[in-house]
């Protein structure tokens, strides 16, 4: 059986015009601290489905109020597991939809070599001007901060030296351009594959916060979405856990 040119053309648009069918945008809202790695995940994610993602990236209490007020997000990727659950009681998810996709970790971070120790005692010697944290009233990461302060003895010592960020990735940006000589950062910002990509650092031990536990869900915008519930799928795959596992996450 042959082909005549013209039918070719036909069968080919067809199956070019099915793809495309297939084939949709998802527009994601994700905690700042996952901006590197949702990065590389949706360029994955796009080679291998086809789906385009459309990220914005922020503080989750910021991303609440937004998605209360209507915002177009399909997917919520959040640096807490409270506001996806308030959401979902409220009735702004996707039921069943909601998982941990990561559990985060904090680290003391100066972008000076050598600063930090690696047991945090520049802490307790309070010889810095000042130190950065994420605002912990709309920051999972900035209320770990708190908390370890806390636990420490060394929230009244530090009080006046502290700087806050809107969101984890100004509390970075005050440490990375020297406003700051050290801050709580998210580990995902500053190492890959184990190691910090510049500076000097102190992981803190997960027994001095609450465990910071990150829930992604399906928001009721994106209930009809192929594209919205095959990146939740995708995070839960092989490719995108090894991609959150070298940026510093437990799963």
Known sequence: MSFSPSRLF??????????????????IAVAANFTAPIKEIAADFEKDTGHK?????GPTGGFYTQIQNGAPFEVFLSADDTTPEKLEK?????PGSRF???????????????????KGEVLKKNAFQH????????????????????????SEAVKPKLVEGANIAQAHQFVATGNAELGF??????????????????????????PIRQ?????????????????????????????????????
Request: charged content about 20%; glycine content about 8%; hydrophobic content about 50%.
């Open 185 to 210: 950062v998210a580990l995902s910002q500053v190492s890959k594959d184990g190691k910090l990509t510049e500076g000097s650092g102190w992981t803190v031990p997960a027994s001095l916060h609450d």
């Open 90 to 94: 409220e009735g702004a998810t996707v």
């Open 100 to 118: 941990t996709y990561a559990i985060g970790k904090l680290v003391l971070w100066s972008a000076k070599p050598g600063y930090v120790d690696d």
């Open 131 to 154: 130190l950065a944290i994420a605002n912990p009233k709309t920051a999972p990461y900035g209320l770990a901060a708190t908390q370890v302060l806390a636990k420490l003895g060394l």
């Open 53 to 57: 993602v459309i990220a914005s990236f």
């Open 215 to 251: 829930d992604a869900v399906i928001l009721a915008k994106g209930k009809d979405n192929p594209a919205a519930k095959a990146l939740v799928d995708y995070l839960k795959g092989p490719k995108a856990t090894k991609v959150i596992k070298a940026y510093g996450y437990d799963l």
């Open 10 to 27: 036909v069968a080919l648009s067809a199956g070019l015009l099915a793809c495309a069918a297939q084939a949709a945008e998802v527009q």
